[in-house]
Each structure stands twice: as structure tokens, then as C-alpha cells.
């Protein structure tokens, strides 16, 4: 709602960049909110000894990965997102635009408020960091 109301002068080209613009932020907000509080509910999960889990909760789906498999899928994860996090700021946000969103190069470039050219090198330095740290997970 806030896109409308602030953007509804902008013509519409400009509106899906500003949308992940707007997205990239509250995602931004959320996460550090859901850090502190994930934080104080494990503090507090820990010290109530009432809960108790639904026995059939915990069975395992038969139609799930195998262990070994979930095992390498977390540590690909796991590095992936450590990874992520070694980047430079607007290296991982070029990635996560292109890659993860699908954004053009020109609709990236206009979320990130920075030329094509600095699009492509960001996301190209961010591709080639991640390729040597990831080397076995990286494709």
C-alpha cells in the first residue's frame, strides 16, 4: 500500500523495481525482528518444562530425503548462506536481484539505483567470490 500511495505518480515501468526496493527493505525488518525474538522464545522454550511435542509430529515423512542427503543438503545451505554473508553489500544484492528474483539486468539496476554496468560487475565479483569459497557446493 505504501508503494501506491507513494509511487502512483511514477510511470509504471518504474514500478516493479521499486516494489523490490520496497520488498528488499521490509524483508530487511522482519529478519532483524524475527533474530531478537527467535532469540527471547528460545531462551524462554528452554525453560518451560511443560511443553511437550506431539509424538506424531516428530515421525519422520516416508516420503522425505533420506538423512544423508538432508545432511548435505543443510551444510550446502549452511554454507551458502555464510557465503552470502562474507559479500559485499551490494555484490549480495545484485546476486540475490538477479538470481533469486529474476530481475533484468536494467530492472535490477534500477531496484539498486545504479547503472547496467555496475549491476554486471557486482553480480559478476559475487559469482566468482562465491565459486571460490563454495568450490564442491557451488554449481
Same mark, same amino acid.
Given at each position: ?20 526496493r ?26 518451560? @518444562? ?6 506424531? $509430529? #516428530?515421525?519422520?515423512?516416508? %516420503?522425505? *530425503?533420506?538423512? =544423508?542427503?538432508?545432511?548435505?543438503? @543443510? ?6 548462506? $555464510? #557465503?552470502?554473508?562474507?559479500? %559485499?553489500? *551490494?555484490?549480495? =544484492? ?12 536494467? $530492472? ?10 555496475s ?21
Amino acid at each position: 500500500m505504501q508503494l501506491v500511495r507513494r509511487y502512483a505518480d511514477k510511470p509504471a515501468e518504474q514500478w516493479q523495481p521499486l516494489f523490490y526496493r520496497v520488498l528488499t527493505n521490509r524483508v530487511r525488518d522482519v529478519q532483524r525482528r524475527s533474530t531478537v525474538r527467535n532469540r527471547f522464545l528460545s531462551w524462554l522454550q528452554q525453560n518451560d @518444562d511443560d511443553s511437550r511435542e506431539e509424538p506424531m $509430529a #516428530a515421525l519422520a515423512d516416508p %516420503a522425505s *530425503r533420506r538423512p =544423508e542427503e538432508e545432511v548435505a543438503l @543443510d551444510r550446502a545451505m549452511d554454507a551458502l548462506d $555464510a #557465503a552470502i554473508m562474507t559479500l %559485499a553489500p *551490494r555484490q549480495a =544484492e545484485a546476486l540475490l536481484l538477479r538470481m533469486v528474483e529474476g530481475l533484468s539486468v536494467a $530492472a535490477t539496476a534500477a531496484a539498486m539505483g545504479c547503472s547496467q554496468g555496475s549491476v554486471k560487475t557486482h553480480y559478476s565479483r559475487a559469482v566468482h567470490a562465491l565459486r571460490e569459497q563454495l568450490g564442491e557446493h557451488w554449481p
